[in-house]
């Protein structure tokens, strides 16, 4: 039996397997990974989806671009961003509860997938607002 590729190259296109992206040049339509292919991606995706053949191979040939689209948490998804603690502002993780102080810190950019990821904006955004950090 033959390897499924496509965990493999959703993730050397710089994706993982169920991220919705658009693509330049089509942004009326968002796509996403799955082990059977690419798909478009909408809400009845999980009854009957719509390969999207022609765009896998002008991805994989580099004929044209992926553009990632923001990342938003889901209900009890674990999410970094960042707290105080004393007088230094420092990475944490919480549980995704949909509050508008959550909204808030999204709309601001400062929701990540990784405590990896958190870490790394930390520095430029204590820089910008004046602050100091510990990581």
Do not use: C, H
Request: without cysteine; glycine residues 10%.
């Amino acid at each position: 039996m033959a390897k499924n590729l496509i965990p493999e190259i959703a993730q050397m296109l710089g994706v993982e397997l169920n991220e919705e992206f658009k693509i330049k040049g089509r942004e009326g339509v968002i796509y996403k990974f799955i082990v059977d292919g690419l798909i478009v991606s909408d809400d009845d995706a999980e009854k009957v989806y719509t390969t999207a053949n022609m765009p896998l191979i002008g991805l994989v040939r580099g004929d044209i671009e992926i553009v990632k689209l923001p990342w938003k948490p889901k209900k009890g998804d674990v999410y970094s961003t960042f707290g105080r603690l004393g007088d230094k502002w420092v990475v944490r993780s919480l549980w995704w509860g949909g509050f508008p102080e959550e909204y808030a810190l999204l709309d601001k950019g400062w929701v990540y997938r990784s405590e990896k990821e958190a870490q790394a904006a930390l520095p430029s955004v204590a820089k910008e607002l004046g602050v100091e950090y510990k990581l």
